[in-house]
């Protein structure tokens, strides 16, 4: 037999002890502005009484997606109460937040750029394969290794399992966008900047709104996981029910975890219907500065006519 190995791992060992040793400066400075994001996070839901938190939930479920959706998050965090989990789901859902928002401020903007970069996008495609296939365990060891124990290993490793659908479903929203549309938009003058922001971008929002569900979902699915490490919430029950086999628990705090999951999937998913869209379309016209963005102004015309629109234009100026 053959007397051949490839030192991988100590390969990997050696870049880790490289990081700790040279970069604990960036570690403590990450490390300490996330505690500081979820102590922020943490203390909007904590602080006013639980009665106040359902409420408001209830009445933005409501309006999301109507009654049923209202009522099915009242009693379900009603539950959670019942079976006393609300301070364990209150410090999940914040864990959820921060780790959800880290991750799509660098997905969104990375598929943005895949999308319009080829060579960006050859590098990034097995970056994020080498990401969603490794196993969720194997993330807890950098996180222990670079911030010990607690909430911020926790809020790393989670980051690191939810990025690539961010990505992914971003660049292939912005690709699938009608080449005619972005050209009207071209036609008519616009800034690459522009024809992203009020072409790209909105027509790619049912996509990009995929990703954002599934970056929250799998954020949800990894903090259960980060409980191993110290992070707490609903996790930490669950890994203390799994070690000293309490069903009792374990089945108390993975219900809350499923009625967190369920609440959390369909207000994201609220964003793909009718209403969603309207609002969101709303909220582009309002950062838009108001107006009439290229796409609505091309709406229902061939990319003949908005050429011959936009040609009768130059040569009329004055009107």
């Known amino acids: 037999m053959i007397d051949f190995r490839i030192p991988f791992g100590k390969w990997v060992e050696s870049s880790t002890k490289w990081i700790e040793d040279n970069l604990d400066w960036l570690l403590t400075f990450l490390g300490d502005l996330w505690n500081l994001l979820y102590d922020s996070v943490n203390w909007l839901f904590t602080t006013p009484s639980a009665i106040v938190v359902i409420i408001v939930m209830g009445l933005l479920a409501l309006i999301a997606r109507g009654w049923k959706f209202g009522l099915g ?24 937040i921060v780790s959800a928002f880290l991750a799509l401020v660098v997905a969104i903007p990375l598929g943005i750029l895949a999308a319009r970069n080829k060579t960006v996008s050859a590098v ?34 989670t980051v690191l399992f939810s990025l690539a659908p961010g990505v992914r479903l971003t660049e292939l929203g912005i690709r699938t966008v009608d080449s005619e549309v972005v050209e009207a938009g071209q036609a008519f003058g616009a800034s690459p900047r ?59 705090a993975g219900m809350s ?3 967190l999951a369920i609440v959390l999937d369909r207000f994201t998913g609220a964003f793909g219907n009718r209403r969603g869209r309207a609002l969101m379309a709303r909220w582009f016209s309002q950062l838009s500065g108001g107006g009439e963005s290229p796409t609505e102004s091309t709406a229902g015309k061939d990319t003949e006519r908005i050429l011959a629109e936009h040609s009768g234009n130059r040569r009329q100026p004055g009107r």
């Open 73 to 96: 998050t009242v009693l379900g965090l009603l539950f959670i109460i019942g079976v006393d989990q609300w301070d364990n789901a209150m410090d999940t859902i914040s864990l959820v």
């Open 194 to 252: 522009r024809i992203l922001r009020q072409i790209q971008l909105p027509l790619a929002m049912p996509s990009i709104m995929a990703g954002v569900n599934q970056v929250i979902m799998l954020s949800l699915s990894m903090v259960v996981i980060a409980g191993m490490v110290g992070a707490g919430g609903l996790g930490g029950d669950v890994a203390r029910a799994v070690s000293a086999l309490d069903i009792a628990i374990g089945a108390e």
């Open 124 to 157: 990034v495609k097995p970056i994020m394969d080498f990401l969603q296939t490794m196993p969720a365990f194997v993330y807890l060891i950098p996180a222990i290794a670079f911030f010990g124990i607690g909430v911020a290993p926790g809020i790393f490793a």
């Open 257 to 259: 975890v499923v009625i």
